[in-house]
């Protein structure tokens, strides 16, 4: 499987890792929702970069 993929798939697990964090009465001034979520960009700017610019 190629690593744009598994990026991918980790950026949508961050992604829901902090919806439930929200889900749980957090806000998204919460430090540990922010991690999440910039986790979760991190790993999708990745992805992103991996799909669109190694051929």
């Known amino acids: 499987m190629a690593a ?3 990026l991918a798939a980790l950026a949508a697990a961050f992604l ?3 919806a439930l964090r929200c889900a749980r009465g957090r806000t ?3 430090p540990a929702v922010r991690t999440w979520l910039l ?3 991190i790993f999708t ?3 992103a970069w991996l799909q ?3 051929s």
């Open 4 to 6: 744009k993929y598994i």
């Open 16 to 18: 829901v890792a902090a």
């Open 28 to 30: 998204l001034r919460d």
């Open 39 to 41: 986790i979760a960009l």
């Open 45 to 47: 700017a990745v992805a």
């Open 52 to 54: 669109w610019h190694i």
